[in-house]
């Protein structure tokens, strides 16, 4: 369990530029961007990644975000999984999950305390490209630490994620890695869909009641 100053949160899937550059500029939220790293040592970004987590963990504002996912190349190999079209078989996750696991267990890197996830809110439709493994097994290992974020206009989405970092709720800390990897193992992806259309019924219903509530987050407010 981190030990940190800071809330270290990682923000799963495509950030846009005004994205970023709006949440770079709230007080409460540090912005901690992938180094660069030469190719041979990055093939799938786990360095960059790694090496961004851990600046995070040494920062004092309120929030680190960090837009650099050291299981990026994991939650793609675990989709191509179960893309039919493709019918890659486990083979290729087994390989990127045996990397991951192998810098974990070094020490080189520790999940962060949450996941904002930025993607649509209907990922689990079958149009998005498959299924999402953060919305997936590692949502089902802690549903807590994993929050979606749904795509919108980049202002809008910026402050979608501030108000996000506002309403994290605490509870147990993750299970080890290479038990998140089991789940993934063992997850059956129609239950993503399902999941999904329940959690949009209920944001749907927590935002309609939101009036003017003033979240409270998990190390104070961001923004």
């Not at 975000?65 to 019918?87: F, H, I, K, N």
Request: charged residues 25%; hydrophobic residues 45%; glycine residues 10%.
């Amino acid at each position: 369990m981190r030990r940190n100053a800071s809330t270290v949160v990682v923000l799963a899937g495509p950030a846009p530029g005004e994205v970023l550059a709006a949440l770079g500029r709230s007080m409460n939220v540090a912005l901690i961007r992938p180094a660069e790293i030469r190719p041979e040592e990055n093939t799938d970004g786990l360095a960059s990644a790694a090496e961004a987590l851990q600046r995070a963990g040494r920062a004092t504002s309120p929030y680190a975000l960090v837009p650099a996912d050291p299981l990026t190349a994991v939650a793609a190999s675990w989709r191509e999984m179960w893309d039919v079209s493709r019918q890659e078989g486990p083979a290729g996750f087994e390989q990127e999950a045996a990397k991951v696991l192998a810098a974990w267990r070094a020490g080189r890197f520790e999940l962060p305390d949450y996941y904002l996830v930025l993607a649509r809110e209907d990922t689990a439709a079958e149009d998005t490209g498959g299924p999402d493994f953060h919305l997936g097994p590692l949502r089902s290992a802690r549903a807590h630490r994993v929050v979606l974020v749904p795509e919108q206009e980049p202002a809008q989405q910026a402050a979608g994620v501030l108000h996000a970092l506002g309403t994290l709720r605490h509870g147990p800390w993750w299970p080890g890695l290479d038990e998140v990897i089991e789940v993934a193992r063992r997850f059956y992806p129609d239950s993503l869909a399902e999941q999904g259309a329940a959690l949009g019924q209920a944001r749907r219903d927590g935002l309609s009641d939101a009036g003017s509530a003033t979240p409270g987050g998990a190390r104070g407010r961001a923004g």
